[in-house]
């Protein structure tokens, strides 16, 4: 019932910049939290980075800071990540995530309801 739209993924060489983009439809909610999550080939989800709706409050993984930026449109429902400086060990499927109103932390998979499709991100050396 809820979906999460996710667009923007590519290939990049290293240095490069991507946005990701992340847009809500389907329903009408209350948007707590969002977040993006990695996963590599082999890998675990990991987190990258989150954004709490009210206050703006935005977290990242060490990975990724200074690097990466999270950001939203409150207009639309739609969260952004910004990727500058990508490294080939970004290489992975970029998964966004939503908690619709739950006490979360932010940095764990199980902090979330909902799931994007993901977005392929590759970053060649």
């Known amino acids: 019932q809820v979906q999460l739209v996710e667009s923007g993924g590519g290939l990049v060489q290293a240095g490069g910049s991507l946005r990701l983009s992340c847009a809500v439809s389907?329903?009408?909610?209350?948007?707590?939290?969002m977040g993006w999550f990695r996963q590599a080939p082999g890998k675990e989800r990991e987190f990258v980075a989150a954004?709490?709706?009210?206050?703006?409050?935005?977290y990242y993984a060490d990975s990724v800071k200074g690097r990466f930026t999270i950001s939203r449109d409150n207009a639309k429902n739609t969260m952004y990540l910004q990727m500058n400086s990508l490294k080939p060990e970004d290489t992975a499927v970029y998964y966004c995530?939503?908690?619709?109103?739950?006490?979360?932390?932010?940095?764990?998979?199980?902090?979330?309801?909902?799931w994007g499709q993901g977005t392929q991100v590759t970053v060649s050396s």
């Open positions: 995530a939503l908690n619709a109103g739950g006490s979360t932390w932010y940095g764990l998979a199980s902090d979330y309801d909902y």
């Open positions: 389907g329903r009408t909610l209350s948007i707590y939290l």
């Open positions: 954004l709490r709706w009210s206050g703006y409050s935005t």
